[in-house]
């Protein structure tokens, strides 16, 4: 039976990134970064509304927790082989405590984590606002988007919550399996980080074709599709989706005061996972250990 | 009792239904009747009948209305054969304009050419049956009303207090707008399928291309039929087709918007709407 993987992360972790890979990988070509497996984003409104036959702007906040995961089985029975499908939600129990995500179909969580001083300055970048707010919004608990009050928008609530929380809520979750995979391991050995998390998976793939896939999606060639094509997931104007990818950026662009409050906030995941330490490692041991 | 906006009576409705050839998480289906299980409460279906309808705690009558005047009316619509394809509708020169479509913004643009002076037929839920194709509302919607969130309201300069809460708990709301006048079936004459164009720069242009082939006209209509696969196992494929083929003879388009803001969106894209419908 088919089942979701699902490609878990805060916003602009790589997940986009690990999605590109898994395209190039199965197709044996460059993707099309406006077309990554057709698959819809865990909170697409689309799909909860055609896979339900529900018109999900008719539903309150609660409703729509309560039936996203029987959307997600939907989508799942009717493939015929995996899907892989993004996913920005913090892992979050519903109200009759269920998970929001949906967990009955789906065969493992691949979840990308990035440094959050890296995270902060592209975060800011792709919505279009200031380094105190990219901030502000990866300290608050309650950070919500799509919440949809006053819009409707293509897609449906998702609750991100803190960073840390984000981190630890699917990484500590016992609902499915889940596998870690750093930014930072992707950029410095991509072909043996991203063989490892295809393999976690259940996608077998040589060396040599990941290394092509690797290649196929280097940032300089997504960068020029976006630049040739345009990209669906951009959302603000006059930056690019796929604007630097540099490992420490954080160093040149982001505030000291703002690089320290976010290390006051999380520190303790931020250990966990190496970050605090130049070249530093981690393990799930650790990651638990720091938390 | 009764439902005070729609054909309904509340009463006990099985857990399901034992000769059920259609079973999913939210509905089962038989032929001729259908079991609906949504948070609001059970809704047991019969084309003929009245839906009967077990509440939940705390569900209110215009919870049970607002899901009766969409995908449960359109379900029960449907076991009767009349087919409905989630889309609204205007009447333009007497013949219907329907539009549908994968995005939001659907029920805003139609809400502008009933601003523009095109009565309002349908919203949510279009019925389409016969031969020729004729469009109507389903039995349920009563007065036809659009659901317009608040940014879409104040996009086209309408007073939010001037509209009627959908159902509590949710931010949209039923705007009666154009020209009234009893509601009537009337012939089919154009389906325009909203798409947005993710390389168009300018937000202030839209766009429009013919269906060419009839095959992608049925793939598209069946798409955006309301529950396709119940109305597939109940063993109606036939009367789907045909329904799709009778519509896929009218005029098609894909009318694509820019990915900007549905308020800038809005003045051309009506306008290539009502140039389509000539």
Not at chain 1, 191 to 211: C, H, K
Not at chain 2, 171 to 182: D, I, N, Q
Request: net charge negative.
């Amino acid at each position: 039976m088919a089942r979701t993987v699902w490609l878990a992360s805060y916003p602009k972790s790589g997940n986009t990134w690990l999605r590109a890979v898994h395209e190039a990988v199965v197709t044996g070509s460059e993707p099309d970064i406006n077309d990554l497996g057709h698959n819809h984003i865990a909170a697409a409104r689309w799909a909860f509304d055609v896979n339900l036959g529900l018109r999900s702007s008719d539903m309150t906040r609660e409703e729509l927790d309560l039936l996203r995961p029987w959307a997600d089985a939907v989508l799942a029975e009717r493939a015929g082989t995996d899907i892989w499908r993004k996913a920005h939600d913090a892992f979050s129990l519903g109200p009759t405590g269920e998970p929001v995500i949906g967990t009955s179909t789906a065969r493992i969580a691949l979840y990308v984590v990035r440094d959050p001083r890296d995270v902060a300055v592209s975060l800011a970048h792709h919505a279009g606002q200031t380094m105190s707010w990219a901030v502000r919004a990866m300290c608050d608990p309650d950070w919500t988007v799509s919440t949809g009050s006053q819009v409707l928008g293509p897609q449906l609530p998702q609750r991100f919550g803190t960073w840390s929380e984000h981190v630890l809520s699917w990484t500590k979750q016992e609902w499915l399996p889940v596998h870690v995979v750093r930014y930072e391991d992707c950029v410095a050995r991509p072909v043996e980080t991203f063989r490892r998390a295809l393999a976690a998976a259940g996608l077998r793939a040589s060396q040599e074709d990941v290394a092509l896939a690797v290649e196929r999606c280097s940032w300089q060639r997504l960068r020029r599709q976006e630049e040739e094509s345009g990209f669906r997931e951009r959302t603000a104007e006059g930056t690019y989706f796929f604007r630097r990818g540099q490992v420490g950026a954080w160093q040149e662009e982001l505030p000291v005061p703002l690089a320290e409050q976010l290390v006051e906030h999380h520190g303790p995941v931020m250990a966990g996972l190496g970050y605090l330490e130049p070249g530093g490692d981690w393990s799930p041991a650790t990651l638990i250990a720091g938390a | 009792m009764s439902g005070p906006e729609a054909d309904w009576v509340t009463g006990w409705v099985p857990e399901a239904l034992p000769d059920a050839v259609y079973r999913s998480h939210l509905v089962e289906a038989a032929p001729g009747r259908a079991i609906f299980r949504l948070p609001v409460g059970r809704f047991l279906l019969a084309p003929d009948a009245p839906a009967v309808v077990e509440t939940a705690a705390g569900a209110s009558d215009k919870d049970i209305a607002c899901m009766l005047r969409g995908p449960v009316g359109a379900l029960r619509s449907s076991l009767g054969g009349r087919f409905a394809l989630r889309a609204s509708a205007v009447e333009v020169g007497r013949r219907a304009l329907v539009v549908c479509g994968s995005t939001f913004g659907v029920s805003t643009l139609v809400a502008s050419l009933a601003l523009r002076g095109h009565r309002l037929l349908a919203d949510g839920v279009v019925v389409v049956s016969g031969t020729p194709p004729m469009v109507s509302a389903l039995p349920e919607a009563g007065q036809p009303r659009v659901t317009l969130w608040p940014d879409s309201a104040a996009h086209l300069g309408l007073d939010l207090d001037q509209g009627q809460v959908l159902r509590p708990g949710v931010g949209s709301r039923l705007f009666a707008l154009g020209p009234g006048g009893t509601p009537a079936e009337i012939g089919l004459g154009w389906v325009v399928s909203l798409a947005v164009d993710h390389k168009s720069e300018h937000p202030d242009q839209a766009t429009s291309h013919p269906f060419a082939a009839v095959s992608q006209r049925v793939a598209t209509l069946v798409g955006h039929q309301w529950h396709a696969e119940v109305v597939a196992a109940l063993g109606l494929q036939a009367e789907q087709f045909n329904w799709a083929v009778t519509i896929g003879s009218a005029p098609m388009f894909r009318l694509l918007r820019s990915t900007g803001s549905i308020g800038l969106t809005l003045p051309p894209l009506a306008e290539r709407a009502e140039e389509l419908a000539v």
